[in-house]
């Protein structure tokens, strides 16, 4: 009796330790089983990709499948927005342009004239330049100056605002006189140029200067557009011109 009694203790020992090893496997299989989650068998989170430094295998892993993936087309837009960073753009500077630096604006004629043949609103970047004045169409002659101190009305009064055309002269006036002989251009548009500079004024007198010489009589409004103060301080100056209309 003793001997079984023995014998049926030695087969339960086995079985606790038997047990003992089925319990650990199956705590190992779990701790396993939480290690490998935790590791990233769950999906990615694509929000987190590339933020921070230390970056999970899986997401490198994924990344560099990505560049793999890459289609042709996509190397090429690449490849061309490097390009586009790499490329000077160049913006050509308008046309340069004749800009009038003073028009006669009491006369519509003037300011459409003006429009037609300067222009009056360039681009800021816009050259301003001089008139060709040899392409035919301009004369070269001296032009005087005058104005209401030495005006007169031909009947020897001077100080007078009287002109040929009946508009009155002013301290402001851009507009010219042409000799008597030309007395037919009364109300015609003059194009007059000094040093690169342009007006455009109106003609509205005339006066007995052709035997000095002279081809125009500049009113105050124009010589002053010039840069010049006074009647003396313009003295006789060689000027380009043409008449517009």
Known sequence: MAAAKTHRRKRGALNIVLIAVVVAFALAALSLGAVTKAQGSSEVDSSTIGVGQNQSSTTQLDASQRFQSTTVSDVTDVEDVTKGAQRTITVEDPDPVVVPIAIDRTNDL??????????????PTAKHIAPDTSDGTWSSGIASAYSIADNDDGKGNFGVTDTASGIDLSSESITVAVPESESWRLGQIAEVC????????TVTDT???????RAL?????VYKAFGFDSVSDWGTRTVSYRFLS
């Open 194 to 201: 000094y040093d690169g500079k342009v007006v455009i004024a």
């Open 110 to 123: 003037a300011v459409e004239m003006a429009e037609k043949y300067c222009t009056l609103d360039p681009l």
């Open 207 to 213: 006066g007995g200067f052709a035997k000095y010489g």
């Open 217 to 221: 009589d500049l009113a105050p409004g």
